[in-house]
């Protein structure tokens, strides 16, 4: 599977942008598919994911503004982010796994594929 993320920019804090990642190669729908990020001298950390399952599950500090959704016909996940807080500012990625255990999920070397990567900075 190849991933490829964008739809990251600058954004005032209280701003929302939508994150894609669309996906070739394979159907995601059979994939477990998540966002993780990365902010500057950080390590990678879960935001949310969909799991094969079909729940989804959030991190705490996103829960309530984040939105994960999936388009089949267009084989693409997005990432609605809503009430931008500077502290949200990171490198945002997707990634997609096979099976992938419900205690693994937040986990990012649980993920086979990667897409590059899209900057999102939020402005105070």
């Known amino acids: 599977v190849q991933l490829q993320a964008f739809g990251g920019g600058l954004v005032q804090a209280g701003g929302s942008l939508r994150l894609s990642c669309a996906a070739s190669?394979?159907?995601?729908?059979?994939?477990?598919t998540g966002w993780f990020r990365e902010a500057p001298g950080k390590d990678r950390e879960f935001v949310v994911v969909?799991?094969?399952?079909?729940?989804?599950y959030y991190a705490d500090y996103v829960k309530g503004r984040f939105t994960i959704s999936r388009d089949n016909a267009k084989n693409t996940v997005y990432l609605q982010m809503s009430t931008l807080k500077p502290a949200d500012t990171a490198v945002y990625y997707c990634?997609?796994?096979?099976?992938?255990?419900?205690?693994?999920?937040?986990?990012?070397?649980?993920?086979?594929?990667w897409g590059q990567g899209t900057q999102v900075t939020v402005s105070s």
């Open positions: 190669g394979r159907t995601l729908s059979g994939y477990t």
């Open positions: 969909w799991w094969r399952s079909g729940s989804t």
């Open positions: 990634a997609a796994g096979g099976r992938i255990i419900l205690s693994s999920l937040a986990r990012p070397n649980a993920y086979h594929y």
